[in-house]
């Protein structure tokens, strides 16, 4: 059984490295590689390049991500606020 393929704006909880056990949001991908932001420790302007392979997708997508990528773009803050409720214990 294939996985489906991780989508922008969808929210993944990263399985290997440093950064295991922490949320990301997909901003870009490419190649079979996911490039991941949160708005606090790993800003946009600087996403984390992960293999897809080492994301767990949890089934959600942040709200209204391609519209305001579109007319916007995406701030860290808005980023960080929406990655809030998977990152409070």
Known sequence: MQ?????????????KGR???????????EDGFCYLADGKHRKICS?????????????????GYA?????????NPFLSKALRPYTQN
């Open 47 to 63: 996403p984390k390049k992960k293999k897809e392979k080492h994301l767990q997708p949890t089934g959600c997508r942040i709200e």
């Open 67 to 75: 519209e305001r990528e579109k007319a916007f773009g995406i701030s």
């Open 19 to 29: 950064d295991s056990g922490r949320y990301f949001a997909v901003v870009k991908v």
């Open 3 to 15: 996985k489906d393929p991780v989508q922008i704006g969808e929210i993944v909880y990263c399985l």
